[in-house]
Structure formats: structure tokens, C-alpha cells
């Protein structure tokens, strides 16, 4: 490499059972000699780097970086264009360590190369505040639009370009330009980054097709308003007949589970048309839900036996004084609304639908017809076609 580096780097590339990484020492001390800006050719360690990674698909991370760190010393600052195509060609694969990448490239002054690098670390507003830094407002509109998935992020990049062009002191029209050009920015939103004696003629067009689009979003509002509100009273006619909503049973209508007659015990009847003892649907209910609606069940059966046993007794015991009447009018009333409640947290719990075609019967398609440990002749035979 001191004497003839480029034909040197001509066998290399003729050799394809290379390492390319147990070269890089000579190639290090290659570019630190000075040579390598006195050749001719161009660097050679350049160029045979770009043939490892280009030719010879090399995946090696310490071939990428030191190639980067090349291309990030002899670039020019004003021309980076081989230095962001390579950042921009093997940067989704992370075949380069990017933070090293960005170091140099800060070291160097690398600007463009720094904002795509900030943009790639998901760091978007540091690669928006670079660009301003340095000035270049097309540069920083381009990476505005980086995170698509985020659209308030981008309001804000957006945002922070607007004050920038702003605080620059630039022309009403090159402020509505960049407006227009972000999609995401409104009039509304850069006004009051103006100064206090800002003319309003400048963007009086604007201004009237904001309060336009207000007074649409507006009219919108309403119509949704009333909508909501022709919803609610039609969910409240609903509710009105469904208070007034009656099944008929026959005397001959059984329950669904023991097909015992209906009318024997306290039943339930859904608008499929099952009925239920409660009893039986309460069972039911029990093996199928969760620990949590299991307890609660337990604990409203076990208020309804206390509830039942304490009217009983005030209907019961003897009142030998008329002072007393009143207060036991109030106690049967007390006791009667929380049997009304009960009885409603009990209906919500286990008539909330029907066992047969409801989600609960859905839950058990997954279940075998009988037990898998049910090996006797008997289930056998039961079977048996």
C-alpha cells in the first residue's frame, strides 16, 4: 500500500477468499501516511472497501464502519452525496453502528448526513433543530414529514419551521407557502407567533377560508348533536316498550334444563322464547362464569336468605304499641327496597342472556359431548350408532 497502492487494490480485488477486516490495519496506516490524497487514482482504500461491500456482499460491521468513517473524512462539506447515499442504502439494516456514524459525521461538520442520521435514531426534532441551525429550511421540511405514524409530531416540526421562518422576518406569502406545503398547519396556528402589528391584509384570504371551514366543523357538530339527540329518545321509546314487552307461556311449557313444568317455581322467560326455573338457571350460570361473577352470586343468594328471614319476622312479631307502627312501616320498607335491589343485581348476574344461545353457550363449543374419563360400557354403548 505505501509503494503501489492501486495496483495493490487491483490483486486484492482479484482475490475473492479474502478477509477484507484483517486488511484494515494496512489500509489504516495507508490513510494516515498522506498518501492516499496524493494518488491519482483516487483513495484506494476507498475503492477497495466499496468492492468488498458492493461486489463481494460483505457483512462485516467493522468493514461498513471504517468504510464510513473514509467517506465521512474525504467528503467535502458541501458535496455528500456518496456519503448519504451509503448512509441511506444500509441504514434500515443497521449493517453500521449509527451513533459512531453520527459522532463523526459532528466531528467532520457532515450536516446533511447528521439530520438523516438524527432522523434514523427516531430523534426528529434534533434532526428539525440542526437544519434550522444550519439554515436550511428544505432540508428540515423534508424530515418534518419523517414520522408519518405521528401526525402531532409532525404538527410540531411543522410548527417549529413556521417560528423559525417567522422569527427570520420573512415575506406573509413565503410563511402561507410553507403552511400549504405542510398539510397540517393552520392560519390559526401561526398567528400568534406573529408580531402584534402584523397587518391582517396579508392574510385576509386566509383568514376567511378558516372561518369557513369553523363554520363547517360547526354546522357538523350540530348535525351530530341533533343525531345523538333523535338517538337518545328513540333508545327511550325502545326502554318504554320493553317495559311493556310480555311473553305467553302455556301451562304445558317446561324448563329448558330439568323439563320440569314452568309454572312449579320462580322462571325466567327470554326473548328466544327459552324458560328457565331460576334455580335451574342459576346453577347453570355458576358452572360457566368466572371465580369473580361466582362469589357474587354466593354473597346476593346468602342476602336474599337473610332478607327473606328478616321480613318474615317483621311481619311476624307482635307490635303491643301503637307508638311503634310507624317505625315498623319504615323497616318493612327499607327491607323491601333492598330486596328490590338484590332480586335487580341478581336478574343483571344470571338473565343477562340466554345460556342456550347466548355467549356462554358459544364458550362451549370447544367441549366434548361427554367425559373424557368416562371409559365404562355404558358411555360406550350410549354412543353406539
Known sequence: MHAEPAALVETLMRQPNLTA??????????????????????????????????????????VYNYYLTLLVKESASADESELMEFLTKYGTDMLYDPDYALRMCKRYGRIQSCVHLYSLLKLHEDAV??????????????HAERPADDDKLCKRLWLKIAQHVI???????????????SNRLGIEDILPYFPDFTRVDDFKDEICVALEDYEGQIQELRD????????????QRDMQQLRRRFAVVSESEGCQICTQPLWQRQFYVFPCQHSFHADCLTRRVVGTCNRVQRRRIQELQN????????????RLKPMVRGALTGAKEESEEQVEAQVRRNRAQMDALVAAECVLCGEAMIRTVGEPFGDDGDA????ADGWAI
Open 21 to 62: 477486516n484483517k486488511l484494515i490495519p494496512a489500509l489504516m496506516r495507508y490513510n494516515d501516511d498522506g498518501r492516499a490524497q496524493s494518488d491519482d487514482g483516487g483513495h484506494q482504500a476507498i475503492r477497495y472497501l466499496r468492492f468488498c461491500i458492493n461486489k463481494q456482499n460483505s457483512r462485516d460491521p467493522t
Open 129 to 142: 433543530d440542526l437544519a434550522l441551525k444550519h439554515g436550511d429550511i428544505e432540508l428540515a421540511q423534508i
Open 167 to 181: 422569527a427570520q422576518q420573512a415575506a406573509a406569502s413565503t410563511v402561507m407557502e410553507l403552511v400549504r406545503r
Open 224 to 235: 351530530e348533536m341533533d343525531e345523538a339527540g333523535r338517538t337518545a329518545e328513540a333508545m
Open 303 to 314: 342476602q336474599s336468605v337473610e332478607l327473606a328471614r328478616t321480613r318474615r319476622q317483621l
Open 376 to 379: 365404562s360400557a355404558d358411555g
